[in-house]
C-alpha cells in the first residue's frame, strides 16, 4: 500500500525558505494528484495546492506568489517550496494523495513540523 | 476564514448520536462531493467519508454522510470514546479561491 513520508529541516529563519520533501512508497507517483495541506498547532487545516504526476500545479491564491511544488519522478518524490517565511508559516505540513482528479484525499504522510524562528 | 461553516465543538455521552453540520453555497458543497476526515489527537487526518456518503474499507458504519443542498452532516452513531478527534469537512470550490477547502473543524468529546 502506498505510504507518504515528509521531510524538512524542523527549523527555518524568518525571510528564508522552506524546502519539503515528500517521498512516495509502495505506488508511483505518476497517475496521481498529491496535495500539500498545513496545519499550525491548535488550528485548523489548510490546503496549499496540488500537483499531478505530470508536473501540473494548483495553489492556493493566498500562497501562489511564493510557493512552489515539483514532482521527482526518478526518486518517487514530491517537493515544497516555500519562500519569504513569516513566524505564520509555523505550522505541520503533510502531503497527501488524491483519491482522483477533483476527489478527496485517501493517503496522508504523518506531517513534518516546521518552526519558522531567528 | 473557510468557506464551509461547521460548529466548534459537539459533545456526548458514549453510546449516542451526534451529528455536525458543514455549512456552505452552492459554488462548492451545493455543486460537489463532500468529504469528511477523522483527526485523532496528534495523529495526521485521516479520510472518514468521501463522495457525500461513502466509506472507505474499514471505516465502521457508525459513520454517516449525507449532503442537502449547500449543507452536509457527519453523523456518529453510537459514540465511543475512541471517537473523541477532531472532523473536519472538505469539498472542491468553484469559485476562485482556493479550489479544495476544508471545513472550520469541529471537536468531538465523548462525556
Known amino acids: 500500500q502506498v505510504q507518504l513520508q515528509e521531510s524538512g529541516p524542523g527549523l527555518v529563519k524568518p525571510s528564508e525558505t522552506l524546502s519539503l520533501r515528500c517521498s512516495v512508497s509502495?505506488?508511483?507517483?505518476?497517475?496521481?494528484?498529491w496535495s500539500w495541506v498545513r496545519q499550525p498547532a491548535g488550528k485548523g487545516l489548510e490546503w496549499l495546492g496540488r500537483?499531478?504526476?505530470?508536473?501540473?500545479?494548483e495553489y492556493n491564491p493566498s500562497l501562489e506568489s511564493r510557493v512552489t511544488m515539483s514532482v521527482d519522478m526518478s526518486n518517487n518524490q514530491l517537493s515544497l517550496k516555500l519562500w519569504s517565511l513569516t513566524a505564520a508559516d509555523t505550522a505541520m505540513y503533510y502531503c497527501?494523495?488524491?483519491?482522483?482528479?477533483?476527489?478527496?484525499?485517501?493517503?496522508w504522510g504523518r506531517g513534518t513540523t516546521v518552526t519558522v524562528s531567528s | 476564514q473557510s468557506v464551509l461553516t461547521q460548529p466548534p465543538s459537539v459533545s456526548g455521552p458514549p453510546g449516542q448520536r451526534v451529528t455536525i453540520s458543514c455549512s456552505g453555497s452552492?459554488?462548492?458543497?451545493?455543486?460537489?462531493?463532500v468529504y469528511w476526515y477523522q483527526q485523532l489527537p496528534g495523529t495526521a487526518p485521516k479520510l472518514l467519508i468521501f463522495?457525500?456518503?461513502q466509506r472507505p474499507s474499514g471505516i465502521p458504519d457508525r459513520f454517516s454522510g449525507s449532503k442537502s443542498g449547500s449543507s452536509a452532516s457527519l453523523a456518529i452513531s453510537g459514540l465511543r470514546s475512541e471517537d473523541e478527534a477532531d472532523y473536519y469537512c472538505?469539498?472542491?470550490?468553484?469559485?476562485?479561491?482556493?479550489?479544495?477547502?476544508f471545513g472550520t473543524g469541529t471537536k468531538v468529546t465523548v462525556l
Open positions: 497527501a494523495r488524491h483519491m482522483g482528479r477533483n476527489d478527496g484525499l485517501d493517503v
Open positions: 509502495g505506488g508511483s507517483i505518476s497517475s496521481f494528484y
Open positions: 500537483i499531478y504526476g505530470n508536473g501540473y500545479t
Open positions: 452552492t459554488s462548492n458543497i451545493g455543486s460537489t462531493y
Open positions: 463522495r457525500d456518503d
Open positions: 472538505a469539498t472542491w470550490d468553484d469559485s476562485l479561491s482556493p479550489p479544495y477547502v
